[in-house]
Structures are given as structure tokens and as C-alpha cells.
């Protein structure tokens, strides 16, 4: 995490080295260290620049972290797992999942799997697996003994 010069921003920066400076997760914080707003960008200058011109939050940033990713999809589920787990002020979107989403029921359980931890909403998440674990509605492995009349 690096204090931020609001009135110095691009100066105080000590920006990463390795991967090349596209796939950037920021985080802004207040003085106490409370999260502002998480956010991704391929183009972080312009990116970063509109959040330092526009933001109603920024006057309250003190400070800023940054990790870089190698895949644009590596940094789009960085990006929904800070935000769901760390409940910045002032992002609206990515703290609930979606309302619907596709999910391919003949196929790969680990596609599936993804699109679900991608996209849904973490409480529906745990209250899934809770109910799919309970005895009474767990998947039976084998199926049930004929009642009679096969």
C-alpha cells in the first residue's frame, strides 16, 4: 500500500514492475486504511486519471495499493473477489452477483463451477452447498431401489 499525493498523484506513485503495466487491480483507501473503491483496468492510465478529475471519493483518498495479473481473466475475478470481500464504500456494482446467469447443466461440472463462483452471490453460494449437503437432498450415487411395480 502506498500513501497518495492527491495533489502529486502520477509523482507518488511507485508503480509495479514485471508484468506489463495493463492488467492492474487498484485499491483506494481512506486515512484508516478503510476501503474507498476497488477497480480494474487494461488502461490504467486513463483509468486512474478520471477516477483523480471525477471521483465524488477522491478527496478522501490517502492511500493506494496495486497488484498487477498476466490475464484478463485473472483480473476480472481478482477484481469481484476484492470487492465482495472487502465491501469498499463506494462501488456499486460486483457486490451482489447477477440476478440469472447460464449455466450449462450437460457438460463440465468445473465450467459450471466457475460460472457459479464468477458470478453468484456469495450468501447464495454457501446456502447452495449447505442445502446440497444436507442427507435429505444430497445426490444419491446410485438409484433408488424399484418400489415394485417395474
Not at 500513501?3 to 502520477?10: E, G, I, P, Q
Not at 474507498?36 to 486519471?49: D, N, Q, V, W
Not at 470487492?83 to 447460464?102: D, H, T
Request: net charge negative.
Amino acid at each position: 500500500m502506498q500513501r497518495v499525493r492527491r495533489d502529486a498523484f502520477w509523482e507518488s506513485l511507485d508503480l509495479p514492475d514485471g508484468v506489463p503495466f495493463g492488467m492492474l487491480l487498484y485499491r483506494f483507501y481512506d486515512a484508516c486504511g478503510e476501503p474507498l473503491y476497488i477497480g480494474k483496468s487494461t488502461a490504467p492510465f486513463g483509468r486512474l486519471e478520471g477516477h483523480r478529475k471525477q471521483a465524488e471519493w477522491w478527496g478522501l483518498v490517502e492511500f493506494i495499493a496495486m497488484s498487477m495479473y498476466p490475464s484478463h481473466g485473472l483480473l476480472l475475478r481478482a477484481e469481484l473477489a476484492a470487492i465482495r470481500s472487502e465491501q469498499p464504500r463506494f462501488n456499486k456494482a460486483g457486490l451482489r452477483g447477477k440476478k440469472r446467469v447460464e449455466l450449462h447443466l450437460h457438460g463440465s461440472a468445473d465450467d459450471a463451477a466457475d460460472v457459479l463462483l464468477d458470478e453468484a452471490d456469495p450468501e447464495f453460494l454457501a446456502d447452495l452447498v449447505r442445502i446440497l449437503s444436507t442427507p435429505d437432498r444430497a445426490l444419491l450415487a446410485v438409484a433408488p431401489p424399484c418400489p415394485g411395480f417395474c
